[in-house]
């Protein structure tokens, strides 16, 4: 076995909707089997670790919490490394901020708190006006950091898409021109954590995705290895046309199987020269 770590993206590279890609079931059972580890890392902040494990058996997919590496865990981890005692205004949902007090932040929603050090963003299910007006407060009359969970503008539910953590943070930068530090794709912190959390080296690791600005760029970021499938959103031709540019492009997680599992048969095509040879894994 060439990787041992493989860290996915879940819409568009394992899941199309409500349905598993073809070949991604077999794909993640051969990576058990070959005493690999696979971990989803996902921006996706509708949807907690427990939704996601409840999820992945309706489709036959028997996974626990460390096979799940979200935006969230990351922001909680690292406010806890930087911000442990000190106060944090939180605009989220109900759950998010529970789970935040649950790992000992000290979150506040009081926007008159004197305390207050760091603005904490998140999506929103209940969103509405005074929490918007609260945080352009916070940001134009005081010097405060500004953290927030994920740069997407749109997430996935089943009639399209709705406006995601990105977007509201591009609401308010309109408004304060502030720009919040996000911990999700394609910042490196999450693959770092999965790292730390795994005992993996970058080079035993494979980021697995089908958006070039985040899955692609995250991996880029992290020093690890990338793969893109062209089972979502990005095209061949957007990939040549990209920055971001992966280490190999696959049609789906299908081919991944026989590339980087035993007994390979099937060759990405390798579209970085910028990786040494020494490190390639087909
Ligand atoms: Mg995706």
Not at 29 to 58: L, P
Not at 129 to 149: P, W
Request: glycine share 6%; aromatic share 8%; with cysteine.
């Amino acid at each position: 076995m060439k990787k041992r770590l493989f860290l996915l993206d879940i819409d568009g590279t394992i899941c199309r909707g409500n349905a598993l890609i073809p070949g991604a079931g077999a794909f993640l059972q051969a990576v058990r089997r070959s005493g690999g580890k696979f971990v989803f890392i996902t921006n996706n902040a509708t949807r907690g670790t427990a939704d996601y494990i409840r999820f992945f058996r309706t489709l036959g997919v028997e996974t626990t919490p460390d096979n799940y590496l979200t935006a969230a865990y990351a922001t909680i981890r690292y406010l806890k490394e930087h911000y442990a005692g000190q106060h944090i205004y939180a605009l989220a949902t109900d759950s998010f901020i529970r789970e935040c007090r649950q790992n000992g932040l000290n979150i506040t929603t009081d926007a008159s708190d004197k305390a207050i050090t760091c603005v904490l963003v998140s999506y929103d299910n209940a969103l509405n006006y005074e929490k918007i007006k609260d945080v352009c407060l916070l940001l134009t009359t005081r010097q405060l950091d500004y953290i927030a969970t994920n740069p997407d503008l749109v997430c996935p539910v089943d009639f399209g898409y709705l406006p995601d953590c990105g977007a509201i943070c591009n609401m308010i930068e309109t408004a304060t021109h502030r720009k919040p530090k996000f911990l999700g794709k394609p910042e490196p912190a999450m693959v770092q954590y999965a790292l730390q959390n795994t005992g993996c080296t970058p080079a035993e690791a494979l980021v697995v995705g089908d958006r070039l600005y985040t899955d692609i760029a995250c991996g880029l970021r992290a020093g690890v290895d990338t793969a893109l499938v062209l089972s979502g959103e990005a095209t061949e031709a957007d990939a040549a046309a990209s920055a971001d540019k992966p280490t190999w492009i696959f049609p789906s997680v299908a081919e991944l199987r026989q590339a980087f599992l035993p007994d390979p048969t099937v060759h990405g095509a390798r579209v970085s020269a910028a990786v040494p040879a020494a490190r390639a894994c087909v």
